[in-house]
Nanobody, 121 residues
């Protein structure tokens, strides 16, 4: 298991930028593929972006392509989500999640507590 703690969420105006961080501890960070999820009010949790254990491959939900950038620094045991041109629709509780890179499943087994991002219009 890896312990994940998100930070950086806050209230921001539409069009603004925000950088979320996810600090990992407990197991070797590079053992995990990582992802950011979000859950908006009244909505189910959805995937936002993914990044492989080495950081060499990323993917994004269509709703955030061109605006969000996922990255990681394995030396610092930290994953990031740079969010630009924020929209009210981005308002959600953002979670980081981890999946062992050797896993034959697509399940993310470890989750942070979430950090709230609120975008005002």
């Amino acid at each position: 298991q890896v312990h994940l703690v998100e930070s950086g969420g806050e209230l921001v105006q539409a069009g603004g930028s925000l950088r979320l961080s996810c600090a990992a501890s407990g197991r070797t960070f590079s053992n995990y593929d990582m992802a950011w999820f979000r859950q908006a009010p009244g909505k189910e949790r959805v995937i936002v972006a993914t990044i492989t254990w080495s950081g060499d491959t990323t993917s994004y939900a269509d709703s955030v392509k061109g605006r969000f950038t996922i990255s990681r620094d394995n030396a610092k045991n930290t994953m990031y989500l740079q969010m630009n041109n924020l929209k009210p629709e981005d308002t959600a509780l953002y979670y980081c999640a981890a999946k062992l890179r050797w896993s034959s499943r697509n399940d993310y087994s470890d989750w942070g507590q979430g950090t709230q991002v609120t975008v005002s219009s």
